[in-house]
């Protein structure tokens, strides 16, 4: 049994003082949501004080990037995984494909940041996805089994059956041009499928694969009703506690 995750990834939005107010809002919303893992990400400033709130609540705190770097070491501007868990987060996002455009972000940087997250004890939500021209031009599988050999690559079977992947197609974010929930499952029981390659059944098996791009509280429902759909990556809809809650109770809107 695959456990549920729905992650808010909030991007460059919310100072520490918004931050803290969507957080107060959000934990009575969801206090009764036992059906899944539920986890927010903050910038790193606040990633602290909102790990504080929430300490002893159901919902957990995520970074939205690591350095590749372990360190410690001068690598000005950088956050070590060891600091970002420091500070109270347990995961971090990686990979993100905003941090792969316009952070000239690599498989080979991706799999870096994976490898040093896992060795300072932080989960991780790996990103994938492939381009509209890429879908266009009939190359989608190819473009995210790239991704996925090149971010995984020379990782252990227990490292691996710790990941998270998220599937985003890039043209599916923020656009509010969803992918349909046969078009993502496809993909999910593709990149399932690379999974079991590369480390075996029960890894392929056991590892979730959420989705992410546009969803919202009345599109999730159907997509966490495919098989192989294990949860959901938000952006837009998880910065407002009420839309976020209610991706969260996604059981609630059927
Ligand atoms: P969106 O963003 O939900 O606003 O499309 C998703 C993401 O980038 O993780």
Request: charged share 25%.
């Amino acid at each position: 049994m695959r456990r549920p995750l729905i992650a808010g990834n909030w991007k460059m939005y919310k100072t520490i003082s918004e931050a803290l107010e969507f957080v107060q809002a959000l934990k009575p919303l969801v206090v009764a949501s036992t059906h899944c893992q539920i986890v927010v990400a903050p910038v790193f400033t606040a990633i602290k004080p909102v790990a504080d709130r929430l300490e002893g609540s159901n919902i957990e705190v995520a970074a939205q990037d690591v350095a590749d770097e372990s360190g410690p070491g001068a690598f000005t501007g950088e956050v070590s995984a060891r600091m970002i868990f420091d500070a109270g987060a347990r995961l971090s996002i990686i990979g993100h494909s905003e941090r792969r455009q316009y952070y000239c972000e690599t498989d080979e940087t991706v799999n870096k940041k994976i490898r040093a997250a896992f060795s300072a004890g932080l989960g991780v939500i790996f990103c994938v996805g492939e381009r509209l021209e890429e879908r266009d031009g009939g190359r989608a599988e190819a473009v995210v089994a790239e991704q996925i050999g090149g971010g995984l690559r020379n990782l252990t079977v227990p490292e691996a059956s710790r990941i998270i992947i998220a599937y985003e197609p890039v043209w599916a974010i923020g656009t509010g041009r969803t992918a349909t929930p046969e078009t993502a499952q496809q993909m999910h029981a593709f990149i399932r499928s690379r999974v079991r390659e590369m480390f075996g059944e029960t890894v392929a098996d056991s590892v979730r694969i959420l989705y992410g791009g546009s969803v919202k509280p009345d599109n999730i429902a159907a997509l966490m009703n495919e098989a192989d759909i294990d949860g959901a990556l938000v952006g837009g809809a998880s910065l407002e506690a009420d839309s976020f809650a209610r991706v969260v109770n996604y059981k609630d809107n059927r």
